[in-house]
């Protein structure tokens, strides 16, 4: 049996070849145009170019510094407007995205609270409450919360007290917010499992280990930042505090500004209607 060629293959699939279709160009062949026709329906696929992906062509060095000279150049001409709303309104448009940033920033330092164990809390009389208040307070063993708040290190001492005390003083040095001692007692007392006993006037918190207590493998939680960690949120928290104020202090100033100017603009058309009925008179 004779063996067919590409054109008969050809020919079979899709007709005759139109002779139009071949050029001088040697890298065409008949066989790129053996699928021209073929139809989509059915299990045949027809077989479609990759489109190219436009990327963004790479700006030169001196390219760069001059986009960074021209937007530090308007910036300039903004702080040094004559026209004191553009000047505010500058200001509090950096300040917003300042905020903005330090907010996504804060998300990566929230820990995923771990699921409660269960265990049981015990259950203190007045008598044994008041005996355990006294004892702390005299006692000098003391646990210091400072700026970085409840963390893994803090959690940890505690257990190193309860060693040898049944219990322990925790001093808040800054503890300028109103109820945050009691957050902090609260903190504490999730991730130690330790009882409260008091929360004193002078931000000073008594916790108690408790009666059937047992030191953990793992004296350090696992949903509580590093000391390191504490420190970068803290001072995050700060300027995220400085900032919501600073932009308070400049939506004020704006208010005050635009009352000022309608106030000038009243005063003027009243001159102007003065000047107007004396003119006429």
Known sequence: MPRKSL???SEIQNGPLDS?????????????????????????VVPTRKEKKWKRA???????????????????????????EVRIRYKLEKAKRKEEWLIEKLRKYDVPKSPAE???PESLTEEEQHYLKR?????????LVGRRGVFGGVVLNLHLHWKKHE???VICKPCNKPGQVHEYAEELARLSKGIVIDVKPNNTIVLYRGKNYVRPEVMSPVDTLSKDKALEKYRY???LEHTSEFIEKLEKELEE??????RHKKKKDEEAEKKKDADSK
């Open 7 to 9: 054109k008969d293959f």
């Open 20 to 44: 139009s279709c071949f050029t001088i160009n040697p890298l065409i062949t008949p066989f790129m145009f053996a699928f021209n026709n073929v139809s989509s329906s059915g299990n045949n």
């Open 58 to 84: 790479k700006l030169s060095r001196k390219a760069k510094v001059n986009e960074l000279r021209f937007y530090r150049l308007k910036a300039k001409k903004k702080m040094n407007s004559p026209n004191p």
């Open 118 to 120: 269960p265990y049981d």
């Open 135 to 143: 004892t702390g307070e005299k006692r000098k063993n003391f646990v």
């Open 167 to 169: 219990t322990v003083k």
């Open 237 to 239: 928290e700060q300027s």
């Open 257 to 262: 500004y635009h009352k000022y100017v309608v």
